[in-house]
């Protein structure tokens, strides 16, 4: 719980700072320890820091590239289901059209409903969690009032357009469960902490086996901490949707908003034309 917290979207980009920081003073320790000992280390022993540093690194790459593929599904899956869920919740609108009054009009009203919900306006300026398990609860009550009104059109109308109807709204349910369990599939709080130990360690051995040499190497020094520093926060970034700077597009769903509003204003002023 403390390193959910930890690694929430607000505090990325002190987290971010901090390790810059914190990078360039372990480094600078590592430096000053190794020219400490710098005369009294032989060269075999120097070719022995040298092997152990470098298999720090490599062993830290392969770390970064696995979490790195690990928060890039992550990403990638949530934004194919963003466009999957506004496709199914399209289809249902579209299907319950076809569908006999009263249904046709309460169904799509409810469907307009639905997507408000599904786009909170408000996700930025509060706890995602609290968005999240809110919408989760408005979304599932408008699911039941839907499948009510399916399950007694089912009844009563047993055509193919309600069976039709039906598999619609039934993947509708579905992909939200799967949205809001992509939401909570995240790379392991322990992984992103077993990284940040592993960088420290890294650039302390790194700092360690400059210091054995005869010059301090400013530019390349400063440039690891912040390439090393960006990919990190770049990788706890990709796994936070909504939270940090890369969020996943909700284009598909406000378009479909846009759509359906305007689809139900189009009856209402065809209805005011006539009435004149």
């Known amino acids: 719980m403390v390193l959910e917290k930890l690694f929430q979207g607000e505090n990325l980009p002190i987290i971010f700072a901090a390790s810059i920081i914190v990078f360039l003073l372990i480094f600078e320790a590592g430096y000053r320890i190794g020219r400490k000992r710098r005369t009294a280390i032989d060269e075999p022993t120097r070719a022995w820091v040298t092997a152990i540093y470098s298999a720090i690194l490599a062993m830290l790459g392969l770390l970064l590239g696995f979490s790195w593929a690990m928060a890039q599904q992550r990403f990638e899956s949530r934004r194919e289901l963003v466009v999957e869920e506004a496709n199914a919740i399209g289809t249902t609108y579209l299907r319950a059209q076809a569908l006999p009054e009263p249904h046709r009009g309460d169904v799509s009203k409810l469907i307009r409903q639905y997507v408000d919900v599904r786009l909170p306006k408000d996700f930025e300026s509060r706890n995602p969690e609290e968005v999240v398990r809110e919408t989760s609860v408005l979304s599932e009550r408008l699911q039941d009032q839907l499948w009510v009104q399916a399950v007694d059109l089912a009844q009563k109308n047993p055509t193919p357009v309600v069976a039709l109807f039906l598999s619609s709204l ?107």
Do not use: W
Request: net charge positive.
């Open 170 to 276: 039934n993947e509708t349910i579905d992909l939200h469960a799967k949205r809001l369990a992509e939401f909570r599939n995240r790379v392991p709080e322990s992984v992103l902490l077993l990284l940040y130990l592993f960088a420290t360690v890294a650039m302390l051995i790194t700092g360690y086996g400059s210091g054995l040499r005869t010059e301090r190497c400013v530019l390349p020094t400063v440039a690891m901490v912040v390439l090393l520093s960006t990919s990190l926060f770049v990788i706890v970034d990709l796994d936070r949707p909504q939270q940090g700077l890369i969020n996943v597009s909700q284009e598909s769903m406000i378009r479909l908003q846009q759509k359906l509003m305007a689809g139900s204003e189009t009856p209402a002023r065809a209805n005011g034309q006539r009435t004149k």
